[in-house]
């Protein structure tokens, strides 16, 4: 199983949340989108939550800011946590709008608050657990949707209750994050989303 382990950080890495997020939202509780809505909202936030990310990455890679795809250092987070907030504000103000999917905007400007407050503690040399912010967020989100629709998600709910306890356990059997950083980075990700919830249900 420790072997195992690691393959969860990549399975479950922040950059892959937001197409996970929206495979929920647009197939499994019963949005009422056109299928051409719900493709073209997919392929824009692939772009714009991973290709333009990992192309970002590269840039960073080569320049010698970053030495990981996990991104380890704290000092080297300045840069990528920039990114990722203008990314998001770019995808909120132009696809996933307040009119056109209101309950999606919401879960992404948790993430932009998350990733706020996550630029911050880096200011003060404090790691958080960007992981644990990806998955606690959606899992909130997820719970938010079921409550909002009316809708049975019980089985995805436990997994990714579950996987936030496999994501934790991963991130420390590769000595990525202490007890501490995890736990900053579950409150990062899930109190966010907690106070938007009001908004939206």
């Known amino acids: 199983m420790k072997k195992l382990l690691p393959l969860f950080s990549y399975l479950f890495h922040p950059i892959f949340i937001s197409v996970y997020a929206a ?9 009422y989108f056109s299928n051409p809505e719900k493709y073209f909202a997919i392929f824009q936030i692939i772009v714009i939550t991973i290709l333009l990310p990992v192309l970002f ?8 800011k970053v030495n ?13 946590l920039i990114l990722q907030c203008f990314l998001t504000v770019l995808l909120i103000r132009k696809s996933i709008t307040l009119e056109h999917f209101p309950e999606f905007y919401f879960f992404f400007l948790g993430g932009l608050l998350s ?3 996550a ?5 003060f040399k404090t790691k958080a657990s960007l992981h644990m912010i990806a998955i606690s967020a959606l899992t909130l989100f997820v ?10 998600n019980i089985y995805v709910i436990a997994f990714l209750v579950l996987m936030n306890g496999v994501v ?18 579950l409150l990062l990700g899930v109190i966010p989303q907690l106070l938007l919830l009001r908004l939206w249900l």
């Open 119 to 123: 630029l911050i503690f880096v200011f």
């Open 68 to 80: 990981s795809v996990m991104i380890s250092e704290v000092s080297q987070r300045k840069i990528p």
């Open 23 to 31: 495979f929920i939202y647009f197939f499994l509780n019963g949005s």
């Open 168 to 185: 934790a356990s991963s991130r420390l059997e590769m000595k990525a994050h202490t007890n501490k950083e995890l736990v900053i980075g």
């Open 115 to 117: 990733s706020v407050l």
């Open 57 to 64: 990455y590269l840039g960073l890679r080569t320049a010698g």
């Open 143 to 152: 719970i938010g949707l079921s409550i909002h629709n009316q809708t049975q």
